[in-house]
């Protein structure tokens, strides 16, 4: 059985949902990344955002991205995995809730992020296409 954690990219860092959009993207580019993970004050995962929400969210209805706060784009609850969970649970949380991306938590510590990416390079080809299907369907 092959795991999240076997699978993940490590050491995912946070925006916190106190800093802004702003702080987001600044660490998405550092870090090359096009999503963060959301922590709040008690460091638990409240969601992610994406560069996708960045543009649709923020900047085409003219928000500023330094003032706007990064919590605002996270949503309701987060989806997560669980790192040693199997990888069949990380194919059926990514389609049944349509995200390219998952955290990957242990206990309730982010450990990394499985990105379809990751998935790619580590599962059977009919799987992947399986999961690039069901989340470019409209």
């Known amino acids: 059985m092959t795991t999240a954690r076997e699978v993940m ?4 860092d946070c925006v916190q949902s106190d800093q802004t959009v702003g702080d987001a993207v600044r660490l998405m580019a550092d ?3 096009g999503a963060l993970p959301v922590c709040g004050k008690d460091n638990k995962i409240k969601g ?9 969210k ?12 990064a ?7 987060a989806v997560t995995i669980g790192a040693d969970d199997d990888t069949e649970e990380v194919l059926a949380t990514m389609t ?3 995200v390219r991306r ?7 510590q982010l450990v990394g992020m499985v990105a379809v990416a990751d998935v790619a390079r580590s599962l059977p080809h009919a799987s992947t296409g399986q999961l690039v299907e069901a989340l470019s369907a409209d």
Not at 58 to 69: I, K, N, Q
Not at 71 to 77: A, C, E, K, P, R
């Open 48 to 56: 992610v955002v994406t560069d996708r929400d960045v543009v649709v």
């Open 102 to 108: 998952l955290p990957v938590i242990d206990g309730d």
């Open 31 to 33: 870090l090359g990344v």
């Open 9 to 12: 990219s490590g050491g995912a």
């Open 71 to 77: 919590g605002s784009l996270s949503q309701d609850q």
């Open 58 to 69: 923020v900047l085409a209805p003219g928000r500023d991205v330094d003032s706007f706060p």
């Open 96 to 98: 049944q809730h349509e």
